[in-house]
């Protein structure tokens, strides 16, 4: 005979794999769960420090890449934008200073973007602000063992 199952465990029990509602609610929890955290990233990024999430990432990004820089089709495909806001978002970082735009050596068309030192700066201060946000709204509401569970599952689902 089996033990009963708790409320609480029948809810976060790993739904069945032909069960459209489940897969359907675990949808809406992630986009949810998304939508909370990245509004709540972008509103203490810009009161902190005037950066978007995407400005960060971006910045972050290049700051990974180091001196040489990183191609703009290549940093394209790290952020997600879409190709013009990815364009008006390197313009309008370029003009505050934080990152400089110049032609590829090796290629006339090729677009070469690096973090300038005030983007170093910038991203400097902001990582702490990122992180903090990180940790109060996805981090510290999980138990470790849910945190562990969502690191791995997640680390799954991106192929890592």
Do not use: K, Y
């Amino acid at each position: 005979m089996t033990a009963p199952v708790s409320q609480h465990e029948a809810a976060t029990a790993a739904p069945a794999r032909g069960d459209d509602q489940a897969c359907a609610r675990a949808w809406v929890a992630l986009t949810a769960a998304h939508a909370r955290i990245a509004g709540q990233l972008n509103g203490a990024l810009v009161r902190a420090c005037g950066l978007s999430a995407n400005d960060f990432e971006i910045l972050l990004r290049l700051e990974h890449a180091g001196p040489q820089g990183v191609r703009l089709g290549r940093l394209n495909l790290a952020v997600r934008l879409t190709q013009p806001s990815l364009s008006r978002a390197v313009a309008r970082l370029a003009g505050r200073g934080w990152l400089s735009r110049a032609g590829a050596a090796d290629d006339r068309r090729g677009v070469l973007v690096t973090l300038t030192p005030a983007g170093r700066e910038i991203l400097r201060q902001a990582i702490p602000v990122h992180a903090r946000t990180i940790r109060e709204f996805l981090l510290d509401p999980l138990t470790p063992g849910e945190l562990e569970l969502l690191s791995a599952a997640l680390n799954r689902i991106a192929g890592s």
